[in-house]
């Protein structure tokens, strides 16, 4: 590898043996449920309501590759990747209360993703974001100079879309998590998780279907586009976003945002530009297995902005086959390198540019 062709993974996940434990005391969503015959692996149930559902309620199997770090490296290996930039899975500690117990989690985990990135070597590094108590912005300003202070392999948090409490990313609370989060220049990765309550088919079974390829994007961009709406990124205008999944729809929907903002009189003259201007300060993932995503990314925010992901260990091939690749991991190269790009862009997307927004010195 030199810095040239470096491979960096930004959006791939872990749940911590320490959180698969607290998952596994707990009695509604989201938890572990024990195998369904013996011999099987334990699943996860993490969906809102997922345990109710007629098709889902028994979840998805969870075994080594959600939690074992010699997978991580093996998945590494299969897809030629050399750094892996890894965030614990949703929902992070969204639904747990504002108590001391949530942010001794919070510290727990932490340190126990700082010493799984240090299990990488030479040649598959490992790197990773930090999980904050967000039920309490205190605990979670507190747990950002920490991180940024005690622990040097991770370079952002992870954060869902429900803020604090469920009162959104919009909310002006928030504020000073932002300012401490841009003055340590840590990301923030913003990952979806509750969907945008899309009603199931009366008539077929779709499984997560659906779920993940609508709602989880849906989700992502009413998020953010409140958060624009705010004013954030007039306010902390340094702020690094990453977006998961290319940013849901807002490549796609970004002039029909201007539009409607600028001809509202309750917004139109709310931030000092329009809409689309913040969208082109974020990053965005390219986690789109569609060509046509990419391009829409890059024209918006330009190929400088756009990252190579995978979303391990979601998304394995359903079937053994004699290929060790992923499918998943193969339709999203393959919608990188044609997406019409210059090689030179090609190469920024697939490591250059995450070297530069993590702070990663080869
Ligand atoms: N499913 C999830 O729950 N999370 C992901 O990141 C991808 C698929
Ligand atoms: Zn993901």
């Known amino acids: 590898m030199t810095r040239d062709n470096v491979i960096v993974d930004v959006h791939t996940h872990i749940y911590l043996p320490e959180y698969l434990d607290m998952l596994r005391e707990r009695s509604q969503v989201p938890r572990i449920l024990p195998p369904l015959q013996e011999g ?16 889902t309620k028994h979840g998805r199997p969870v075994g080594p590759a959600y939690y074992d770090v010699r997978e991580k490296l093996a998945f590494m290996e299969q897809h030629d990747i050399d750094i892996s930039v890894v965030s614990l899975a949703n929902p992070w500690l969204d639904f747990l209360p504002d108590t ?43 747990e950002v100079e920490y991180v940024a202070t005690h622990l040097p392999h991770l370079r952002g948090v992870i954060m869902g879309t429900a803020g604090c409490q469920g009162r959104g990313l919009d909310d002006p609370a928030l504020l000073p998590l932002y300012e401490v989060l841009a003055r340590h220049q ?6 979806p998780h509750y969907g945008v309550n899309l009603p199931s088919s009366n008539h077929h079974n779709n499984g997560h279907a659906v779920a993940l390829a609508l709602g989880f994007p849906f989700e992502t961009t009413y998020a953010v586009t409140q958060l624009i709406l705010a004013g ?4 902390v205008p340094n702020l690094k976003i990453l977006l998961a999944h290319a940013g849901g729809t807002l490549p796609f929907l970004a002039g029909r945002l201007d539009s409607c903002v600028a001809h509202d009189p309750a917004v139109a003259n709310r931030l000092q530009h329009p809409p689309s201007h913040y969208l082109k300060m974020l990053y965005y993932d390219a986690v789109i297995y569609h060509s046509t995503g990419v391009k829409a990314a890059a024209d918006l925010a330009g190929t400088d902005r756009l990252l190579f992901g995978t979303d391990h260990p979601f998304f394995p091939p359903l079937e053994k086959s004699k290929s ?17 790009l210059d090689q030179e862009k090609v190469t920024d997307i697939m490591g250059r540019n995450a070297l530069k927004l993590f702070g990663i010195i080869q």
């Open 324 to 340: 060790s690749r992923w499918m998943s991991v193969d339709s999203n190269l393959e919608a990188i390198r044609h997406a019409g």
């Open 40 to 55: 099987q692996d334990e699943r996860l149930v993490i969906l809102p309501d997922e345990d109710k559902g007629v098709t």
């Open 232 to 235: 954030v990124l007039d306010k």
């Open 186 to 191: 840590l990301v923030i990765f913003l990952h």
């Open 100 to 142: 001391k117990e949530t942010a001794h989690c919070a510290r727990r985990l932490n340190e126990a993703m700082e010493t799984y990135c240090q299990q990488g070597n030479a040649k598959r590094q490992l790197f990773g974001m930090a999980t904050l108590p967000l039920s309490s912005i205190d605990a979670s300003i507190a």
